[in-house]
Nanobody
Framework: QVQLVESGGGLVQAGGSLRLSCAVS????????MGWFRQAPGKEREFVAA????????YIGDSVKGRFTISRDAAKATVYLQMNSLKPEDTAVYYC???????????????????WGQGTQVTVSS
């Protein structure tokens, strides 16, 4: 059974930081490309960050570039999203996603992913 379990969300003041984690089980983490997406109330799901299966290639969405980073730990089968300089507009439910990766490819379209976590709420107060 495939499971992606996010954690680390919560309430933080503007300018603060959070680190989200996504623990993966039930699929081969080493061959999975990973991504983070978010969805705010009344808005479409938005791409945040992606990382290739090896971790060698990453892509960060324009709205969070320079503030967020993505990383992965193969030993722990976990992908992370480090979020710094948080803004109220970063408030959303954050989802991690996994897909079978090819080489150094990362994926930034939600339709490319076939496994999703349940999401974790991030709320940034002004």
């Amino acid at each position: 059974q495939v499971q992606l379990v996010e954690s680390g969300g919560g309430l933080v003041q503007a300018g603060g930081s959070l680190r989200l984690s996504c623990a993966v089980s039930g699929l081969p983490f080493s061959t999975s490309a990973m991504g983070w997406f978010r969805q705010a109330p009344g808005k479409e799901r938005e791409f945040v960050a992606a990382i290739s299966r090896s971790g060698g290639n990453m892509y960060i969405g324009d709205s969070v570039k320079g503030r967020f980073t993505i990383s992965r730990d193969a030993a722990k089968a976990t992908v992370y999203l480090q979020m710094n300089s948080l803004k109220p507009e970063d408030t959303a439910v954050y989802y991690c996603a996994a897909t079978r990766g090819r080489g150094g490819t990362y994926y930034y379209l939600s339709l490319d992913y076939d496994n999703w976590g349940q999401g974790t709420q991030v709320t940034v107060s002004s």
